[in-house]
């Protein structure tokens, strides 16, 4: 299985057309803009749905405004297409939720 870091994973990520996410050393990270915790809780739910159908899991983080949602590859470390493709679907759920995400670190 690829794994993908540095310059290959931020290749990757622009090739998929993931804007959402940035790439960390061994990982990619979305932060969604919800608002409300009512929101961000459904947004959650709907992307742990996703997660448990594809047997990938991502750590994901929610507060008040911000669902924040971590992929890895834990069993290489890495960043892998399994990742890619669930991240694709995060994006694709969001977006369909009309939740933005934090391309500019609004929310830090």
Do not use: C
């Not at 990982?27 to 709907?46: C, E, M, P, Q």
Request: charged share 25%.
């Amino acid at each position: 299985m690829a794994e993908y870091r540095g310059q290959e994973l931020q290749d990757k990520l622009a090739e998929a057309g993931l804007s959402d996410w940035k790439g960390g050393s061994d990982s990619i990270t979305a932060k969604y803009l919800t608002g409300d915790f009512a929101t961000g809780l459904d947004l959650v739910n709907r992307l742990g749905a996703a997660a448990e159908e594809a047997n990938h899991h991502p750590d994901i983080t929610l507060t008040y405004p911000v669902v924040e949602v971590v992929l890895t590859s834990h069993d290489t470390g890495a960043v892998t297409e399994r990742d890619l493709q669930l991240a694709a679907t995060f994006s694709d759920i969001a977006a369909g939720a009309d939740i933005s995400a934090d391309r500019n670190g609004q929310s830090s």
